[in-house]
């Protein structure tokens, strides 16, 4: 299931960081930086990349509010950090998101 469908079309906007037109409206990504890890940027202008994202965009959840606490004590962080980069480097093509090689 992707993120638009969790987050319904009006909630979430994916902005592919291959399109340089498109990453004009967000000067506070670094494109290059967006095709190796996925950036939310929320309403109120506050930015997260990588595992940070994930627990902004499971804090969107009434249910993922429940985990949101646990997921950013620093054991759980650490470990959620090492298996974002992992998945992150062995990602393949989707979507228009493709690995970095």
Known sequence: MTVRRLLG?????????TRMDLMQEYPRVNPMAAR?????????????GGYDGVVL??????VGRM??????RP???????AVYGWVARH???AGGACSIR
């Open 9 to 17: 079309a009006q909630r979430a906007l994916l902005v592919d960081s």
């Open 36 to 48: 190796q890890r996925m950036y939310v940027l929320t309403p109120g202008e506050e930015l997260c």
């Open 57 to 62: 965009l499971v804090g969107a959840f009434a």
């Open 67 to 72: 985990v949101v606490g646990l997921m950013r």
């Open 75 to 81: 054991g759980v962080s650490r470990v959620g950090h």
């Open 91 to 93: 990602r393949g093509c």
